[in-house]
């Protein structure tokens, strides 16, 4: 089963969505690069550390409370997970990056696993990099952005958890970890979320459009 909200607050939102959802499933679950499917339909990946809320995410962007499986405790996804949206496209759930409670070894195996799939994956579209807006961006964050780029598909930053700011905290925050980034010599468009409040999803899927 998966866990509440944090917050404990139910998902809802006032947005109207531009994408419309028609249909959204879930389709399989690969462990391996080989397991993934072969249709050839364009992916939507969503990355980050563990715990950041990328399955929330997920289930916030298609308007569901438990398609993805989410956690309180981080390594809950541990597979890479193919989601079909409106039969045109996928989203596309993976295993979180480092986590220090993880066993070093699983780390190295997911670790592998997504570099893997980022690297090699040709119907890869856009990368949606997730970072804890509570968080400074790490050396693991610096590695996907780096990954992201030299695989050459369209790249974008959400913010997460931003519900979890007080409203003076947010936009140094924003700006906190857009410096992060821009020191690395990164300025890709960066979303504030809150799959909680639903709030930033249409934003979110309006840059993954103009980038796919
Ligand atoms: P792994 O699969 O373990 O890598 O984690 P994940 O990145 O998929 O995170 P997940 O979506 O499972 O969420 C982790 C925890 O953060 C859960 O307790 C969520 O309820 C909580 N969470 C996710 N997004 C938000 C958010 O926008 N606001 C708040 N307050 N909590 C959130
Ligand atoms: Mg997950």
């Known amino acids: ?32 690069l080989d397991g993934m499917p072969r249709t050839g339909m364009p992916e939507v990946a969503v990355i980050g550390r563990s715990n950041v809320g990328k399955s929330s995410l997920i289930n916030a962007l298609l308007r569901r409370k438990n398609l993805a499986r989410t956690s309180s405790a981080p390594g809950k996804t ?5 989601f079909a949206v409106n039969n045109a496209f996928y989203l596309v759930d993976l295993p979180g990056l480092g986590y220090a409670k993880v066993p070093k ?4 195996i997911w670790k592998t696993l997504i570099t893997g799939y980022i690297g090699t994956r040709d119907q890869l579209a856009v990368v949606v990099h997730l970072i804890d807006s509570r968080r400074e961006p790490g050396e693991l964050d610096l590695e996907v952005t780096r990954i992201a780029r030299e695989a050459g598909c369209g790249y974008i930053v959400a913010l997460t ?43 979110l899927w309006s840059w993954i459009e103009t980038l796919a």
């Open 1 to 32: 089963m998966a866990d509440r909200q944090d917050s404990g607050e139910e998902s809802r939102s006032e947005e109207g969505l531009r994408v419309k959802i028609s249909s959204a499933e879930f389709v399989i679950s690969a462990a391996q």
């Open 78 to 82: 541990q597979t890479i997970n193919f």
């Open 105 to 108: 070894k699983q780390r190295a």
């Open 161 to 203: 958890k931003f519900d979890k700011l007080k409203q003076g905290e947010r936009l140094p925050a924003r700006k906190r970890i857009a410096r992060a980034l821009a020191s690395a010599g990164l300025e890709p468009p960066i979303v504030a979320t809150s799959a909680v409040k639903s709030s930033g999803i249409q934003e």
